[in-house]
């Protein structure tokens, strides 16, 4: 079996699976979900999204934001982690939104990746959830059940990830397939102790084959 075909099964069983392939940060406008993606690194979407209603609440503007005080911002998103960077890139990233692209969020990947703080996981996830273009997300979730079936070569790099993943996957489909990778990573294929037993992706895993060669069976 080729990676292609793998990955064309992989995308119709998690389809299966989870037929509504929605980001789990919650936003109402394109920055919203830049500062949301930022926030999550090293965080929890739950926790993110606890957080964002707070945030998004007291600054409901990108010209609030941009104009916030850097202490306030520190201490709303402290749960989140690195809160002082994630407070300096929030009121960096809104400045710039207003000064160099008259509050519109950028729709390439090469103009996002200008903005503080936003790296190409962020990138991708705008332009494909806001502009429906193709993209490939590699958080970790992508990062480690891409490499167990072996859809990739098992690589951690983000970048090397995703180039690999854009010659085997449908350009249409490299967005949902990773929202789907997200529930399939808290249900199935979690970092430690992952259900391979009962994964309804065992046949085509790589990994799961390796195991089971391992044990004899």
Not at 139 to 161: F, K, M, Q
Request: charge should be positive; glycine fraction near 6%.
């Amino acid at each position: 079996m080729t990676k292609k075909e793998r990955a064309l099964l992989a995308i119709e069983r998690l389809k299966g699976l989870y037929p509504e392939a929605v980001c789990s940060l919650t936003y109402k406008h394109p920055y919203e979900l830049l500062i949301s993606t930022r926030l999550s690194a090293q965080c929890t979407d739950a926790r993110v999204n606890i957080v964002t209603e707070v945030l998004f609440e007291k600054y409901p503007t990108l010209e609030s934001l941009a104009h916030a005080e850097y202490d306030d911002i520190e201490q709303i998103v402290r749960p989140c982690g690195l809160g002082k960077t994630k407070a300096r890139d929030i009121i960096m990233m809104s400045n710039q939104l207003i000064d160099n692209y008259n509050g519109v969020v950028p729709d390439t990947i090469e103009e996002l990746l200008k903005l503080s703080g936003i790296g190409r996981k962020t990138a991708n996830l705008v332009v494909g959830d806001v502009y429906g273009k193709p993209s490939i997300v590699t958080d970790t979730h992508c990062i480690r059940i891409c490499g167990r079936l072996g859809l990739t070569d098992g690589s951690t790099v983000p970048l090397a990830v995703e180039n690999q993943l854009r010659k085997i996957l449908p350009p249409e489909e490299g967005g949902d397939f990773c929202h789907r990778l997200v529930h399939f990573g808290r249900e199935w294929c979690m970092a430690r102790n992952p259900r391979c037993e009962a994964c309804p992706l065992s046949d085509i895993c790589k990994n799961k084959t390796k195991n089971d060669k391992r044990k004899g069976r």
